[in-house]
């Protein structure tokens, strides 16, 4: 989950996929027998499948395209000749603790897409195979992470209004998640996809010149799903790991206080900023710093959590519940990152012109240090913000 680089971060497919005409020429331009399967190839050093575009995932997929990486494996886009339509295939990596995560994650998909009848909340899982020893979990294909439509924008942030029924339908999978006693504890805005990858072009207020107008690329619909299940908990589990990509771990996790349903709603808060501002809230790959990077946004830990931390995250903190900042800082370059940070107020307010009080007023109940003191999904989705059209 950790990066060397600043935002190493997963990329989905941005373009509208093919329509089926595209596809039977697609079809007719690559020279694989229809059904045929491909050679038997070694998997790479790491596990992954090895495959050619135009080949066949067994006789029913064609591979069009790979549409994301992660560690667990790769995604394809997949031409299912069945029942003729677009999916997503995750490939994972041949290795026994991959496909050991993947059946729980299949088993995860399972379950939520049997409670939601209407498959709004979540991705919905096709069905899943084992294939060269690598567990195929087919999908449903969707459109481009709202990551990838910020960083195609250039980090322009979404709208207000857009952000507010990004939220709503997060919030909704979450309380959904929650419900069936389902922890994600990997939510990030690469994690939350659109579900058509339709765009509009819309003039901003900048211009480059006189004569130059600029444009910015919103989503025709407002539609999201949340995808990647391969790291949720089940509620009776072991809570004691680190979990969570980094910008969006919550304190508890780095004092190794363990961590429940309260975690998915630190990371909530952590991407409604970065919807708001077009950049991750904490920006930063170093316990210590991003412990510092909380408390100049949201003021001083509490005593108790301090105190409390395990042997490896109390080194961070001196004369009680002091954090050791900035004495202990890796570099200069560390503490500036630190000190271009407003608190959590003045953030939004440069971003926003209305809106604002509710919004932070929100994000302050989803980004309390103390987890018990958290709004829930299902209080937050009650919070004003959510009913404040001005």
Known sequence: MESTHARKRLRLAWDVAPSSREADRFEAAVPTTRGASPPWREDDREGHYVF?????LTPRYKILSKIGEGTFGRVLECWDREVREYVAIKVVRSLRKYRHAAMIEIDVLNNLSKNDSEGSRCVQIRRWFDYR?????????????????????????????????????????????????????????????????EFIKVPTCKRYSQDEIQFRCLPKSSAIKLIDFG??????????????????????????????????????????????T?????????????LAMMERVLGPMPEHMVRGA?????????????????????????????????????????????????????????????????????????????????
């Open 231 to 276: 790291s949720t908990a089940f509620e009776n589990h072991d809570h004691n790991s680190i979990v969570s990509t980094r910008h969006y771990r919550a304190p508890e996790i780095i004092l190794g206080l363990g961590w429940h349903y309260p975690c998915d709603l630190w990371s909530v808060g952590c991407i409604l900023v970065e919807l708001c």
């Open 52 to 56: 050619d575009l135009g080949e066949n």
């Open 133 to 197: 020893n690598h567990i195929c979990i087919v999908c449903e294909k969707l459109g481009p992470s709202l990551y990838d439509f910020l960083r195609k924008n250039k980090y322009s942030p979404f709208p207000v209004e857009l952000v507010r029924e990004f939220g709503r339908q997060l919030l909704e999978a979450v309380a959904y998640m929650h419900d069936l006693r389902l922890i994600h504890t990997d939510l990030k805005p690469e994690n939350i996809l659109l579900v058509s990858s």
């Open 278 to 290: 077009g950049e991750a809230l904490f920006q930063t790959h170093e316990n210590l710093e991003h």
């Open 310 to 390: 395990n042997s490896s995250a109390s080194k961070y903190f001196k004369r009680g519940a002091h954090l050791n900042w900035p004495e202990g800082a890796l570099s200069r370059e560390s503490i500036r990152a630190v000190r271009k940070l407003d608190r959590l107020k003045d953030l939004v307010s440069r971003y926003l012109e209305y809106s604002r009080s509710s919004l932070t007023d929100l994000l302050y109940g989803l980004l309390r240090f103390e987890p018990t003191e958290r709004l829930t999904a299902r209080e937050a989705l009650d919070h004003p913000f959510f009913k404040d059209q001005t």
